[in-house]
Structure formats: C-alpha cells, structure tokens
C-alpha cells in the first residue's frame, strides 16, 4: 500500500478512536453530573447544617450564635448556657473540613442587633482549611444556600478539583445505604445533635485513646497562619459589627498532653488573631487546655464529663463579655 | 510513578502519542529514554544498577559468541550469572544470609560480627536480573544471537511496562518485536485499554480494599480472634491474586497500546485442580523461568524419579527465594515444593483411589473437591507469605481454628458495605475467571452489540473510578 494512503487511513483511524474515547468520557462526565445531583436521604453527619440553619432562622435577636468546626459539636452544653446566660443559644459547630469560610458567612445573613457570635476556630482552620476540602460540598449538597459563601476563584478551582472525590464519596454512601441497616447508635449522623446542634449521641459510647493522636492529620493542616483566614476573620468582624452584632474568638479546648507538641503553633495563631481581628479573645490557648483524659475520640472531641466542664468554662467566660448577665 | 496515579494515566497517553508520531528509527531510543526516566522516578540512583545490569549481560552474550571454545562459553555465562546475581545479593540478600549466618555460628560457638547493609531493595531488581540472565542463558544454549544493538538491547531489560514487576519476558518473544516498528492501531489499543481496565478493577476494587482487612489482621494477629484470622487468610489468598494479576494486566495492557505483546502471566490460578496445575497458572513468566533455566538444568525430567523430587523442591525453594529475603519466603516455597513432589509420587495412588470409590466416575464432584483442596493448600502457604514474621505465621496456624467468636463481627476496617461491595467484587472476579476458562472473552465481548459493549465498558470505567480505592498502597510484588 502506498505510504500516503497508509497514513490517511490510519489518520481515518486515530480519529475515529479519539471520537470514542472522547465519548466515553462524555459519558463518564453524565454519569458523575448525574451522582451530583440525585437526592439523597441527607442523613449524613455534615446534613445537620440543615437543622442547625433551621434553629438560626428561627431565632430572632438577640442570640448567641457558636461558630467552628467539630470541637463545638461535643463541647457545649447549649441549653444549660441558655439558661444561664438567658440567651437563646445556636450551636452552629459542624466539621473542620467544610471550612471557616463557609462555618462564618453562612451565619452571618442571619445576625442582628444585639447578637453575640463565638468563634471557636480549631488551629488548622486557620492553617490551611480556611476554604474547606471536600467536605464543603457534602455541606452545600445540604444547604445550597451556603454556595453564596465561596468568595474566590480559587475556592471555586478548589471546589471543583474536589468534586470528583465528592462524587465517589456520594456515590458510596448511596450504595451503603442499599446494604447497610442505620446504626441506631451512629454519632457522626444527622440524628446525633439534639435541638440546639450539640452532639449527644456518644454518651456512654467508648472512646479512643487521644494521647498518642497528632492535632493535625493532613499535610493541608499544616501550612503556615493563613493571611487569607485572618482577613476573612477580620472581614466577618466587621461586617457583623455592621449589623449590630458582636465577635469573640474563643480557642477551642485541647489536651493538656498536646501542648508541648503543638505550643508554638497555638500561640501564633493566637498572635495573628489578636493583632489583626477586631473580637474579644475570651481566653487563650494556655487557658484552653484540658486533661486528655476528657477527650473521647480525638484532640478536639469531649465526653460528656468534659462537655460539662468545658461549658462551666465557657460561660464563665462569656458572662463579663455579656455584661455580667 | 504508581500504574494507579492519575501521572500515569497522563503519562501514558502522552507517551503513546510521541511514540507513534515519531520516525521509526527513533522509537527505540525513545522508549528506552522514556523507560529509564520511568524508572529514575523511583530513586534515580539504582538507574545505575539498571544498566550495570543491563552491560553485564549485554557485553557477555556477545563474548559467549564470539568464544572460540565450550569452556570459555561457559565461562562466560558463569561470569555473567554471577556479575548479575551478585548484584542481587548485595541488595536484597546479604542481611538474611549475614544474619543467619552470624546466628548459625554463634549457636555453635563461635562470635562473629557480620555488617549489616542498611540497602533500599532497588524497586524490579528480581525481575530485571531474571529477564537479562535468561536472555545470557538463551545465548549460551544458541537459542539466540547475541543482540549487538545496544538501544534494542537496554530497550529489551528496562521497557517501563515490565520493569517494575514483569512479566519477565524471554529474549526470543520480546526482542524481536523491537526490530519492527509499531503503528497505531484502534483495535489492538482498545484491547489494551480492556485489559488495563479489568486489572485496575482488581487491584484497586478488589486488592486494595482486601488490604485494609488483611493488615488490620495480620499486621498484629495476636489482637483479633480466631474467625477474623482465618477470613484474612482466605481474604489475602484473593488479595495477592488481585494484585500481582492486576498489575500485570495494566503492564501487558499498557505495552499492548505502546505495540507490544507481553507474556501471559496468570491463567485463572484459583481454578487449579492441583497445585501443579496452579503453577502452569499463577505467574507463569517466573515458573516457566525456573523450568527453563534451572530445572532443565538440573536435568528435567530425564533423571531418576528421587533426583526428580529433589530437582522439584530444590527449585521451588529458590523460587521462595527469588521471592523475598526472608525464611518465611523460603518456606512458602518448600510448601508448594512438597506439594508439587507429593502430587507426582502419589498421583497413581489417588487415580486409583478415585477410580475404587466411584470418584472419578463424578468429574464435577471430584473437580469441586481438587479445587477445594487447592485452595486450602495455596492458602496455607499463603500464610508464610504474608506473616512478618515465622512467628507470626505458626500464631495464624495455630490460632485460626480457635475461639469463633461470631458475635463479635468480622468487619476490621471495613464495614458491612465495603464487606459486601469486595465480595461481590469476588464473586464476579470468579465468574469472568470461569468463563475464561472456557472461552476466550475478548471475542465474546467484540460480538457484542454496541449498546451492550459499551455498557459493559461504562460500568467497569465507573466501577473503577467510584468504587476503587484511590491512594492504596503500592503493588504486593514491588517489594521483590
């Protein structure tokens, strides 16, 4: 066969090829969008944020409003402090991998004159997970309100490198619920918060032993005070000021055993939010500690025997920001 | 770079692409620049061995040609054995024999101090050793010429598809395909792209996910219970399969795209009826190796039933060996050794017996019942396999079939979802085996209507993509 005809052929060939692969990765693309997309049965730990946003709207102001990741799910005592400090109370604490950007400026539409918000940042979210990992978006497939909160392109570019792992931990969850019975004792589920969206579900459950556990599990977690994070706090700061609400940053409760591993992280952390956000500092991260027997599961996770003290703490603290209620 | 990175899912394409745009006259340096960047990847440092290896075996085939007598022929291949086992023993054999020679000596008497290498087993050194030695052997027996190109040559021992795990290829099936140009071609690049699909299914589906179980179990046996033991156990036997064959579909696969056919390596090795039988199935470029270069050597088939046996055990030992320094290596082989030298001593008992007890008058009851015992037998060696350590694997021996606690689950690392997700996974992985043993696939599938081809396609790209286990761990063999 004559070399031109060859090449043309194959030419004709490699065309062809490229059209099928090219739609099969068409097809793979519809088959994700699809995953994207279905309904799920939202009882996942992170479709709590649909309950918890449900209990912010519904209160009027003044509140109190507790912002962070998962150390607020097991630290508060939410009724008890409403009592105390006789202030409707809202636990917004969820999980760290959703961000701080999202946990801040997903509350801050519904704050008014006369609200008190509690940050309780753990350290990586302000090391690295200020626009949250993959998590962000099993958030958002629950409250797709909280879209509004992705305030860069490069959160969008990390949203979408992160929907392909969304899409499989989607896809598996769907699938684990076609095999497997609900754990009527599950604690990372939608049903382990009570009203106020403190944790419950793990008491009386075993723990793990925290001591050997590292505060920081991922590489992402690790980077450097994020300016980013700290401009975001400032920019929350003083937006909520403009609707007549107030910010305090509170350090999330940590062994006592971790301290001396991770010191000088803590207190540059809590260098870059005292020197640049305009919130009260209710106490720090020496003030913080706790013994690590009080952890349940990780560095950031109470029992209930912990939560009991942590909230003592917590409201003894808040009561001089309140104006001695 | 990992065969299950998303870097070589780029790279590969990329690569095939430059490949066939290229003059043919450049092909070959290409691949091998390709090849050896491949490899560099992993630690740039053992590039050198690679060709070290590579000049030894190069450089001594041609002056066993050029030898004028027997005596320096062999020489010759004597040099060459040894320039390229040496280098293997250094690296992956020196410890073992050091230190269990230091232990021999001081249980006799006598204190030595032997120094202990503090060596990283440079990642496909067994197998490059392997396949260059037997292309020198196959010079030696004049099965071959000596190639003189030495492109083609270095081509033939690094070609990136193989290097890192095999298969080991033989000179006269892979060599010759470096004289001709490949062209693109549709078809041979969608089987190619077949084969990489189903060994990703198994690796990272399958393989992957049995990992997390079998580590939990084996990694501390005396924490788990004696039900959770053997479910490793018989959970690992399809583990490793998974992985070595996975591996090797994705490397057979990817040279198929790049125009270049591999040695089959696995040919349903669970369906065996006889651990003789497993062994013409399960990594067929290495047992054939060891037929061909050492059992042959040792004089095959044509010495006195005894030697025979001792020929059979002595290669299976070695075959341990090749496999890892380390006695629990050592053992797995003698394990299949016995088997394989009990199996042929008392295969006229056994047709006997089948024939006295009506057996063999039930083929599929006596099939099932060979396969079974197969099995147990492969899995039980299996436990020298993966246990740390010799002790380790006489606590899973003994501690198996004790204390059955049903009560408290099975499911270590891995919930009732991921459970039956990789049984399933199994149990399908065993139905294409079955077929296979009966008919070729491919042509099955390529007869397919296109509706249900490309189904068949859709769900195992998706089975991969959302039901893999990203991030897992490295290949089983890498560590040979």
Redesign the interface.
């Known amino acids: 066969m004559e070399p031109t005809r060859f090449r043309s052929m ?1 030419m004709a ?2 065309r ?2 490229m059209r ?1 692969v090219l739609a ?1 990765g068409v ?2 693309v519809i ?1 994700y969008a699809a ?1 994207l997309v279905a309904p799920t049965t939202k009882n996942s730990y992170l479709s709590a944020v649909i309950d918890k946003q449900a209990r912010l709207a519904s209160l009027g102001s003044p509140k109190l409003v507790f912002v962070g990741g998962s150390n607020l799910s097991f630290a508060l005592d939410s009724p008890r402090i409403e009592r105390e400090l006789r202030m409707p109370v809202v636990n917004m604490g969820l999980g760290i991998y959703a961000g701080l950007r999202f946990m801040l400026y997903s509350v801050l539409p519904r704050l008014g004159p006369g609200d008190v918000v509690v940050i309780s940042p753990e350290y990586q979210l302000l090391r690295g997970l200020y626009n949250g990992e993959e998590e962000l978006l099993e958030a958002l497939e629950a409250f797709p309100q909280g879209i509004a909160t992705i305030g860069s392109l490069e959160q969008w570019i990390g949203v979408v490198r992160a929907l ?1 792992t969304y ?2 931990n989607k ?2 969850r769907m ?2 619920q076609l ?2 019975n609900p754990d009527p004792k599950c604690v990372y589920c939608r049903r382990a918060f009570n009203a106020y969206g403190d944790l419950m579900a793990h008491a009386g459950v075993p723990g793990t032993d925290v001591a050997a556990m590292p505060m920081f599990r991922s590489k992402s977690e690790q980077g450097p005070v994020d300016q980013e994070a700290i401009t975001g706090l400032r920019e929350f700061a003083q937006k909520a000021a403009e609707r007549g609400a107030r910010v305090a940053i509170l350090f999330p409760a940590v062994p006592d055993s971790h301290l001396a591993q991770n010191e000088e992280v803590m207190e540059k952390v809590h260098q870059a939010l005292r020197d640049n956000v305009p919130a009260t500092i209710l106490a720090t991260p020496r003030e913080s500690l706790m013994p690590v027997g009080l952890f349940w599961d990780w560095v950031y996770h109470l029992k209930m025997e912990g939560r009991e003290q942590r909230t003592t703490f917590i409201i003894d603290h808040l009561r001089p920001f309140l104006g001695g209620v | 770079m990992l065969f299950t990175s998303l870097q070589f899912l780029i790279f590969l394409p990329a690569a095939a692409a430059v490949l066939f745009a290229l003059p043919a006259r450049w092909r070959n340096l290409y691949l091998l620049l390709l090849s050896y960047g491949f490899y560099a990847a992993w630690k740039p440092a053992y590039v050198l061995l690679l060709v070290l290896a590579t000049a030894i075996s190069y450089g001594s085939a041609i002056a066993i040609e050029r030898a004028s007598s027997p005596a320096a022929r062999k020489a010759w291949v004597t040099a060459s054995a040894i320039g390229n086992l040496g280098a293997l023993f250094v690296f992956k054999y020196f410890n073992l024999f050091g230190q269990s020679g230091e232990a021999l000596l001081r249980a006799l008497g006598v204190q030595v101090q032997v120094p202990e290498l503090s060596l990283l087993l440079p990642v496909g050194i067994s197998f490059y050793t392997f396949q260059s030695l037997g292309y020198t052997i196959d010079v030696y027996r004049g099965v071959r010429p000596a190639e003189r190109d030495v492109v083609r040559y270095a081509l033939f021992v690094s070609f990136f598809p193989q290097i890192l795990s095999g298969p080991i290829n033989r000179s006269t099936h892979l060599l010759p395909q470096f004289l001709r140009p490949s062209y693109f071609d549709s078809e041979r690049i969608v089987a190619g792209m077949q084969l990489m699909a189903w060994g990703f299914f198994k690796k990272m589906v399958i393989a992957d996910r049995l990992g997390v179980y079998v580590d939990q179990v084996y990694d501390d046996p005396t924490g788990v219970g004696g039900l959770p033991i053997f479910v490793a156990t018989v959970l690992y036997a399809f583990q490793v399969y998974c992985d070595f064959s996975g591996y090797t579909d994705i490397a057979i696969g990817t040279a198929q795209i790049l125009g270049y056919e591999m040695m089959v390596n696995f040919r349903q090795p669970y369906l065996a009826a006889s651990t003789q039988e497993f062994w013409r199935r399960w990594h067929i470029s290495l047992s054939t190796w060891f037929r061909d270069y050492v059992y042959i050597s040792l004089g095959g088939n044509r010495v006195s039933a005894w030697r025979r046996y001792l020929n059979l055990f002595v290669v299976f030992v070695l075959s341990g060996l090749w496999h890892g320094a380390s006695w629990t290596f050592v053992i797995w082989g003698a394990l299949h050794g016995l088997y394989l030298v009990v199996g042929v001593a008392t295969r006229d008992a056994r047709e006997a017996w089948a024939q006295r007890n009506g057996l063999a008058a039930m083929p599929r009851l006596r099939y099932a019942l060979q396969l079974l015992i197969t099995f147990a037998l492969v899995d039980f060696a299996w436990i020298f396999f993966r246990a740390a350590t010799f002790e380790d694997a006489l606590y899973v021996i003994t501690h198996m079939f004790r204390g059955w606690d049903l009560s408290a689950g099975i499911s270590l690392g891995l919930g009732t979802y991921e459970m039956t997700l990789v049984l399933v996974a199994i149990a399908i992985l065993l139905i294409v085996d079955w077929l296979q043993s009966r008919t070729p696939l491919r042509p099955v599938i390529a007869e397919l209507p296109t509706w249900a081809r490309w189904s068949l396609y859709y769900g195992v790209v998706m089975c991969v993509l959302l039901l893999g286990k990203t991030g897992g761990g490295k290949f089983i063999y890498f560590q040979f």
């Open positions: 194959r060939e490699l062809s090829f099928r099969m097809l793979v088959g995953i392909p899409v499989k896809a598996n699938l684990a095999v497997q």
